[in-house]
């Protein structure tokens, strides 16, 4: 991901430079595969239970991945920042070498009253990011952009590692799907500037190739679980 204080000249500059090589595809292409609705999970955690619980995902940017579930109905809160490393190297400049163990990943706190953790991984497969990319998402390469799955307990790494199996039964992807399952894995909040990204700047160029389209996708393809004002981090 482009660091934010000069995201706007670095993409404008490298789009340049694709075009000046005469190359016909874009760096910056969001996603390899189109955006489809896959089947809901067979497996699935029952309704009600506790007031709220938490599911960690990790999709490539965490910009695009918290921007998607901020406009989810039933998630009360999406934070992006760290998992699968130390909390010593939970930081910025530290996961983009790619030596950390980190995945940029969201925390979703949600309501299961209202939306199921199946659910939440039905959107997370459908439209939050592409599954059958290896160490990477779009335009950014690495470990730290890897698809995880960070379950915050057994029930949530059954509910997981069946619904990988189920789809890739189904052919649902023309590539396997390479989502890890990593439990016992912390998760750190990101820096203050990366909190609500998507929302404080709609117009970088990076968020309206790669990030807002994902939004587009939640709400033409779950329009029942779309929310318009997105839910936002406290003090961001």
């Given at each position: 991901?482009?660091?934010?204080?000069?995201a706007?000249?670095?993409?404008?500059?490298?789009?340049?430079?694709?075009?000046?090589?005469g190359?016909?595809?874009?760096?910056?292409?969001?996603?390899?595969?189109?955006?489809?609705?896959?089947?809901?999970?067979?497996?699935?955690?029952?309704?009600?239970?506790?007031?709220?619980?938490?599911?960690?995902?990790?999709?490539?940017?965490?910009?695009?991945?918290?921007?998607?579930?901020?406009?989810?109905?039933?998630?009360?809160?999406?934070?992006?920042?760290?998992?699968?490393?130390?909390?010593?190297?939970?930081?910025?400049?530290?996961?983009?070498?790619?030596?950390?163990?980190?995945?940029?990943?969201?925390?979703?706190?949600?309501?299961?009253?209202q939306?199921?953790?199946?659910r939440l991984?039905?959107?997370?497969?459908?439209?939050?990011?592409?599954?059958?990319?290896?160490?990477?998402?779009?335009?950014?390469?690495g470990?730290?952009?890897?698809?995880?799955?960070?379950?915050?307990?057994?029930?949530?790494?059954?509910?997981?590692?069946?619904?990988?199996?189920?789809?890739?039964?189904?052919?649902?992807?023309?590539?396997?799907?390479?989502?890890r399952?990593?439990?016992?894995?912390?998760?750190?909040?990101?820096?203050?500037?990366?909190?609500?990204?998507?929302?404080?700047?709609?117009?970088?160029?990076?968020?309206?190739?790669?990030?807002?389209?994902?939004?587009?996708?939640?709400?033409?393809?779950?329009?029942?679980?779309?929310?318009?004002?997105?839910?936002?981090?406290?003090?961001?």
């Open positions: 991901m482009t660091r934010p204080v000069a706007a000249v670095v993409v404008l500059s490298v789009a340049a430079a694709v075009l000046v090589a190359q016909s595809r874009s760096l910056f292409q969001a996603r390899q595969e189109t955006p489809r609705l896959v089947p809901a999970p067979d497996v699935d955690a029952p309704e009600g239970g506790a007031a709220t619980e938490v599911a960690v995902l990790a999709g490539g940017c965490f910009w695009g991945v918290q921007g998607v579930y901020q406009h989810t109905i039933g998630v009360i809160s999406a934070v992006s920042g760290y998992a699968g490393g130390e909390k010593r190297t939970a930081d910025y400049d530290l996961v983009g070498t790619g030596t950390t163990g980190h995945a940029e990943s969201v925390q979703v706190t949600f309501d299961p009253r939306v199921s953790f199946g991984l039905q959107i997370y497969f459908s439209v939050a990011h592409d599954p059958t990319q290896l160490d990477r998402q779009g335009p950014d390469t470990p730290q952009y890897r698809s995880a799955i960070f379950p915050a307990n057994a029930e949530q790494a059954a509910i997981a590692k069946a619904y990988i199996a189920q789809l890739d039964r189904a052919s649902v992807f023309p590539y396997p799907i390479v989502t399952i990593e439990p016992d894995r912390a998760f750190y909040p990101a820096e203050k500037y990366h909190q609500d990204y998507m929302t404080r700047h709609p117009h970088d160029p990076y968020i309206m190739v790669n990030d807002l389209p994902k939004v587009a996708d939640l709400k033409r393809l779950f329009p029942s679980r779309y929310r318009s004002d997105p839910v936002l981090v406290r003090g961001s």
